[in-house]
């Protein structure tokens, strides 16, 4: 491994955003056998730190998500967020799901909208924050608009803004880009570094990617196929703002490169 690589396994300095203590998930299925899904996770996640992870099709990542958001209860260990147990949906967390998930007889405000309403907050006061966060994400002018009237890039722009409109400390992102075609994915990455900046934010990023995962990261989970269990945590020690150039830089290649082999150790093809 090259020098500019760092192990990363502690989980033991606090206060932490998150604090993923020997989490394990077991499904029911409808046929009543059982998916073991997540198998002794442990993980801390520091206030503003941007982590992404990567790991094989169905090994656990949306799962883990999912927990973390208090939208699936775990079957042992536990789960943290700052100093409560998490025990269902908090207004802490904002989440961006696979592909856009906008309310299509909903504008593209009214969907920023959703959590203000869903968490009973005043409505004229974040009206405003929602109209800022459309700004930031480039979608002035379209708040009117029907999400069929938006481009693929655009509803997922939406959709960022809705996450943060509640002004959540904790972003649990799931593939958000992974529909986009390469260059809107790009800019994508470039436009979610700035407003993860200005919101000071933690951020929890689930990719297939692994170039996106460098790119981002302050540090990248890598996770064994199902049941998943994190195999490495890898520092991504690269300057910021990171602008597209980065990419092409050697630190750059060898962090893509230690990734990949991590994930082809597993019996992963990336
Ligand atoms: N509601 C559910 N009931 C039963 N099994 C489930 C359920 N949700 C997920 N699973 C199983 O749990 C495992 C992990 O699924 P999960 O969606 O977390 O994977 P993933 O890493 O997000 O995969 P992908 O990269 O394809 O999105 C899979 O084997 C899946 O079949
Ligand atoms: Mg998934």
Same mark, same amino acid.
């Given at each position: 491994? *090259?020098?500019?690589?760092?192990?990363?396994?502690?989980?033991?300095?606090?206060?932490?955003?998150?604090?993923?203590?020997?989490?394990?998930?077991?499904?029911?299925?409808?046929? #009543?056998?059982?998916?073991?899904?997540?198998?002794?996770? *442990?993980?801390?996640?520091?206030?503003?730190?941007? %982590?992404?992870?990567?790991?094989?099709?169905?090994?656990?990542?949306?799962?883990?998500?999912?927990?973390? !958001?208090?939208?699936?209860?775990?079957?042992? #260990?536990?789960?943290?967020?700052?100093?409560?147990?998490?025990?269902?949906?908090?207004?802490? %967390?904002?989440?961006?799901?696979?592909?856009?998930?906008? +309310?299509?007889?909903?504008?593209?405000?009214?969907?920023?909208?959703?959590?203000? %309403?869903?968490?009973?907050?005043?409505?004229?006061?974040?009206?405003?924050? !929602?109209?800022? =966060?459309?700004?930031?994400?480039?979608?002035?002018?379209?708040?009117?608009?029907?999400?069929?009237?938006?481009? #693929?890039?655009?509803?997922?722009?939406?959709?960022?803004?809705?996450?943060?409109?509640?002004?959540?400390?904790?972003?649990?992102?799931?593939?958000?880009? #992974?529909?986009?075609?390469?260059?809107?994915?790009?800019?994508?990455? +470039?436009?979610?570094?700035?407003?993860?900046?200005?919101?000071?934010?933690?951020? +929890?990023?689930?990719?297939?990617?692994?170039?996106?995962?460098?790119? =981002?990261?302050?540090?990248?989970?890598?996770?064994?196929?199902?049941?998943?269990?994190? !195999?490495?945590?890898?520092?991504?020690?690269?300057?910021?703002?990171?602008?597209?150039?980065?990419?092409? !830089?050697?630190?750059?290649?060898?962090?893509?490169?230690?990734?990949?082999?991590? =994930?082809?150790?597993?019996?992963?093809?990336?």
């Amino acid at each position: 491994m *090259s020098t500019v690589l760092k192990a990363d396994r502690s989980v033991a300095e606090s206060p932490a955003e998150i604090r993923i203590t020997d989490l394990s998930m077991r499904y029911r299925t409808v046929s #009543g056998d059982s998916v073991f899904a997540l198998d002794r996770v *442990s993980l801390a996640i520091q206030p503003r730190e941007f %982590v992404c992870v990567v790991g094989t099709s169905g090994c656990g990542k949306t799962t883990l998500l999912r927990i973390i !958001a208090g939208l699936v209860r775990h079957t042992a #260990g536990r789960v943290h967020l700052r100093d409560r147990e998490i025990s269902g949906p908090s207004a802490d %967390v904002g989440i961006v799901f696979q592909g856009p998930v906008l +309310l299509p007889w909903k504008t593209v405000l009214e969907n920023v909208m959703i959590p203000v %309403v869903v968490l009973g907050l005043d409505r004229d006061a974040h009206r405003r924050r !929602a109209m800022e =966060l459309l700004d930031l994400v480039g979608l002035s002018g379209f708040e009117d608009k029907y999400p069929k009237e938006l481009s #693929g890039g655009m509803q997922q722009r939406a959709s960022i803004a809705r996450a943060l409109v509640h002004q959540p400390s904790l972003l649990l992102m799931d593939e958000p880009f #992974g529909a986009l075609d390469a260059m809107t994915r790009e800019t994508m990455n +470039l436009e979610l570094q700035r407003i993860v900046k200005d919101a000071a934010i933690t951020v +929890l990023f689930i990719t297939h990617s692994i170039q996106e995962a460098v790119f =981002l990261g302050d540090r990248i989970v890598v996770m064994t196929p199902r049941p998943g269990r994190i !195999a490495e945590s890898m520092t991504i020690d690269l300057p910021r703002p990171r602008e597209l150039d980065a990419m092409s !830089a050697p630190e750059f290649g060898s962090y893509v490169r230690a990734v990949r082999r991590l =994930l082809n150790a597993r019996g992963m093809t990336h």
